[in-house]
C-alpha cells in the first residue's frame, strides 16, 4: 500500500474512532465506507494547500471528482471554512 493510503487509513480509522463509527463525507456530508474513501485536499495543492494531516480530509472519490472538476468548493455561510453540504436525503 502506498503511503498516501496509508494515510487515509489512519485519518479514516481515527475519524471514525471519535464519531463511533461515523465517517462524513467532507463534500456531501454522507457516510463514507472504508472502500469508498478517498483523501480530499481541503486547500487543494494548486491553491497553495498542503498534505500535511490539517489539511486533509476524507471524502468520497465521487465527490473528490466532482468537486475538482468544477473548481470550487461552495462555502457555507453558517460555518466560515466549510464546506456547504448537501442536505441528507432519506431513503
Known amino acids: 500500500m502506498s503511503r498516501l493510503g496509508l494515510t487515509r487509513d489512519k ?3 481515527t475519524v471514525a474512532r471519535q464519531l463511533h463509527g461515523t465517517v462524513p463525507c467532507w463534500v456531501c456530508g454522507e457516510h463514507v465506507t472504508p472502500q469508498a474513501a478517498t483523501l480530499e485536499h481541503i486547500q487543494p495543492l494548486s491553491a497553495g494547500g498542503n498534505s ?18 468544477a473548481g470550487t468548493v461552495p462555502a457555507s455561510a453558517v460555518s466560515p471554512g466549510q464546506v456547504l453540504r448537501r442536505a441528507a436525503t432519506k431513503s
Open 52 to 69: 500535511h494531516a490539517e489539511n486533509l480530509a476524507i471524502s468520497h472519490e465521487v465527490c473528490n471528482g466532482q468537486r475538482h472538476a
Open 11 to 13: 485519518i479514516y480509522k
